[in-house]
């Protein structure tokens, strides 16, 4: 393949009004695949969506949205329906990406903090209190200045409200498990291509514990081990399945996450090219594994972060 797709591949996007998704979108349409966006938004976001989709039907290919809760299985079988009418008898779907962040963000128990001793020892060493050491290090750490983040106020989490059995059921399925459900139904519907590719996407978050990841954490490890079954059960059909690692990435499932500021900050610091990952870059990771010298890709979890995941000091 020259990298320009052909006139009957599609590409499905699940989660493909913002991040990765509206990324990964623009990437595949400036290359000439068609594609099917599914999204659910409320209806005053859809000002600020559908400009982006014009700019992809910009690009001269087929394209197919639907507004819908990608979750349901009523639903997913009229999209695919929808699709399967799109494409007509040649069409088939190159590229099935999920990016669907639908999860529950609570901690387990109540908080307990630690002690905070060094913002009340660095204003008694500078004859100030510490109230206004505490808001100028918030204002400039808001600011930019990420070496702050130890001097900035912490971040609050919800005092009353703990994850439960529903909450972890709930985020496993949308942000883990459903990934199955797509590729099962295209699967038997005879709708992937002869050289297929699937995609799911994970986090840090799926090794290391973050307040309030619990439930999300415990979903992207589940996609995990679902897409390596899936990447064993379904290359006999043509289908590869991988899963990509992004680096701390500035999108709005991010800003949902209780302290996000600090995770951005702590990525900023330790990545070497000394900023975090975009949408971007994702997208280009994703369209250089949908090209046909990318077919011996199955079973992976391939990290996109700038080396951020390598990098031990921030000095």
């Given at each position: 393949m020259s990298g320009r797709f052909g006139a009957d591949d599609w590409a499905v996007v699940l989660g493909a009004s913002s991040g990765f998704g509206l990324a990964t979108a623009h990437k595949l349409a400036s290359h000439g695949m068609?594609?099917?966006?599914?999204?659910?938004?409320?209806?005053?976001?859809?000002?600020?969506?559908?400009?982006e989709f014009e700019?992809?039907?910009?690009?001269?290919?087929?394209?197919?949205?639907r507004n819908a809760d990608a979750l349901a299985p009523e639903r997913r079988a009229g999209i695919l329906d929808e699709l399967a009418?799109?494409?007509?008898?040649?069409?088939?779907?190159?590229?099935?990406?999920?990016?669907?962040?639908?999860?529950?963000?609570?901690?387990?128990?109540?908080?307990?903090?630690?002690?905070?001793?060094?913002?009340?020892?660095?204003?008694?060493?500078?004859?100030?209190?510490?109230?206004a050491l505490a808001a100028a290090a918030d204002r400039l750490f808001?600011?930019?200045?990420?070496?702050?983040?130890?001097l900035a106020s912490p971040a609050r989490y919800p005092a009353r409200s703990f994850l439960d059995a529903e909450d972890f059921a709930r985020t496993i399925h949308s942000m883990g498990t459903s990934l199955v459900d797509w590729t099962q139904d295209l699967q038997s519907r005879g709708l992937f291509a002869a050289d297929a590719r699937v995609f799911g996407l994970t986090s840090e978050g799926n090794a290391v514990a973050w307040k309030g990841y619990a439930a999300v954490s415990a979903?992207?490890?589940?996609?995990e081990a679902a897409a390596r079954s899936l990447a064993t059960e379904l290359a006999p059909y043509g289908v590869r399945c991988n899963v990509i690692?992004?680096?701390?990435?500035?999108?709005?499932?991010?800003?949902?996450?209780?302290?996000?500021?600090?995770?951005?900050?702590?990525a900023r610091l330790r990545n070497p090219f000394g900023r975090l990952t975009t949408p971007r870059d994702v997208a280009g990771v994703i369209y250089l594994l949908c090209l046909d010298e990318a077919a011996w890709i199955n079973g992976a979890v391939i990290r996109v972060d700038g080396g951020e995941h390598v990098a031990g000091s921030t000095s």
């Open positions: 068609n594609l099917c966006l599914v999204h659910r938004d409320r209806r005053g976001a859809l000002s600020r969506i559908e400009p700019k992809i039907r910009a690009c001269g290919v087929r394209v197919v949205t009418a799109a494409m007509g008898a040649e069409g088939r779907v190159r590229a099935l990406l999920h990016s669907i962040a639908f999860g529950n963000l609570k901690l387990l128990v109540p908080e307990r903090p630690r002690p905070r001793v060094a913002r009340g020892a660095l204003a008694e060493a500078l004859g100030v209190p510490e109230a808001a600011a930019g200045h990420d070496e702050l983040a130890e979903a992207k490890t589940a996609l690692q992004p680096g701390v990435t500035e999108t709005p499932a991010l800003e949902a996450i209780p302290g996000s500021d600090r995770l951005k900050a702590s």
